[in-house]
């Protein structure tokens, strides 16, 4: 099946920061969504991002399909961005497959 | 417009016993799947569920089951539980194409 990478694994950043994630898939996608998980566990879709860039206030999104990778960019980091952000990537029509997901904590 | 919304928030079983986990889908979705999350990782599919049939099935062993019904809300079942079942278990629906929305989960602790 596919594989998909995060990485960093962890991220510590002062707040004001600006921080890149990745994620890697080992083969071609129909459907690429970046999620953060909020304390209370769920998961809150950022993007849905199968190729290109989208933005949506401080955070954006590229995914280069033919190279399998996507980057998700955070800009001006605030506390309440803190936690876990999964990349997800479809494999056929029914299935997600998720990244260990990267950690990400901001200090104030 | 409701999201996902599933129940309960949080339960404990025994081992041995059994448990049943319900989601509603978004409204305008008509496709639902259940993913169990273990502490520390990412989420792993357990199945999909369209048209009141099982659609696809990732690897988890018969105990568990799943039904959907005509109003495109779901159950998931557990029988015989194990320590390890104990997760985080996550609903998503979605429609046909497009990207998927998650409750907020159920947190299983099987003692």
């Known amino acids: 099946g596919i594989q998909v990478e995060q990485s960093p694994p962890d991220l510590i950043l002062q707040e004001g920061a600006n921080s890149t994630l990745r994620c890697n898939f080992s083969?071609?996608?129909?459907?690429l969504q970046w999620f953060h998980q909020n304390p209370w566990g769920q998961l809150i879709n950022l993007f849905y991002?199968?190729?290109g860039t989208k933005q949506n206030g401080r955070l954006s999104a590229t995914t280069v399909a033919t190279e399998r990778y996507s980057l998700l960019y955070i800009s001006s980091s605030q506390t309440t961005d803190s936690g876990v952000y999964f990349c997800?990537?479809?494999?056929?029509?029914?299935?997600?497959?998720f990244g260990q997901g990267t950690r990400l904590t901001i200090n104030p | 417009d409701a999201g996902v919304t599933q129940s309960p928030t949080h339960l404990i079983k025994t081992r041995g016993q059994q448990v049943t986990l319900r989601c509603s889908p978004k409204?305008?979705?008509?496709?639902v799947s259940w993913y169990q999350q273990a502490l520390g990782q990412g989420p792993q599919f357990i199945f999909q569920?369209?048209?009141?049939?099982?659609?696809q099935r990732g690897n988890f062993p018969d105990r568990f089951s799943g039904h959907q019904f005509p109003n495109y809300s779901s159950e998931l079942n557990v029988n015989a539980l194990l320590l390890g079942d104990s997760a985080l278990y996550l609903c998503?629906?979605?429609?046909?194409?497009?990207?998927?929305?998650f409750g907020s989960g159920t947190r299983l602790t099987v003692v």
């Open positions: 998503a629906s979605s429609y046909t194409t497009g990207g998927y929305t």
């Open positions: 083969d071609s996608v129909n459907n």
């Open positions: 991002i199968p190729s």
């Open positions: 997800a990537v479809g494999e056929g029509a029914q299935k997600l497959v």
């Open positions: 409204s305008g979705h008509d496709t």
């Open positions: 569920y369209y048209e009141e049939e099982e659609r």
